[in-house]
């Protein structure tokens, strides 16, 4: 093996791991935004329901205030 092949092989073997390492970034970042969106999806599934408790309530106080 020759001084090129070398230089070619650990080419290869740094692009490699650079290529690892960015996408590892990148599946940390994404896990960070999924969790995110889970606590939005959450957050407004709390507000779906209390706006839907609300809205029984005005309902009930409708019709308490119809029977007056």
């Known amino acids: ?5 070398t230089v070619w092989i650990i080419g290869i073997i740094l692009a490699l791991g650079v ?4 996408t590892s970034q990148r599946i940390s970042a994404m896990e960070k935004d999924v969790d995110r969106l889970e606590e939005a999806l959450i957050l ?12 029984a309530e005005v309902k009930n106080i409708n019709k308490k205030l119809d029977n007056m």
């Open 44 to 55: 407004f599934t709390k507000m779906e329901s209390r706006i839907a408790v609300i809205e």
């Open 19 to 22: 290529t690892w390492g960015m």
């Open 1 to 5: 093996m020759s001084i090129r092949d």
